[in-house]
């Protein structure tokens, strides 16, 4: 074999694992990006297809405590798609939406304060 190719092959080892996550993210679905509410300020892409909702890797929240992930329809959370607390406020995390629940009803993705039902988060969907 010759040098090129070896040290090619060797490059492309070194880089792969970095480059796997981007691969992984599903990013078939309806998409939509968070933006911030009552003083929280948010960012990021959410893609949600029939398994649940995927948070990606740009995601970020700040200023919000004890958030949990759900649905909602015309600007009105139901709090019977509550997927469970947020993992993380950054980064890649995934939420499933069992079988309790259609996801096609629903045209937003919210993440909000079950004590007081207050929008933290709002990404509507396309």
Known sequence: MNRRFITTALAICALLPAALPAFAQDTSGREGTFQGRNGVTASGVVVVTNAGVSLMRDFKLDGATDAHVGFGRNGTLDADTD???????????????????NVSDYDEVWIWNPADNSALAVAKLN
């Not at 607390?85 to 629940?101: I, K, N, P, T, W």
């Open 83 to 101: 997927m469970g607390a947020l993992q993380s406020v950054e980064g890649s995390q995934d939420y499933s939406a069992g079988q309790s629940f």
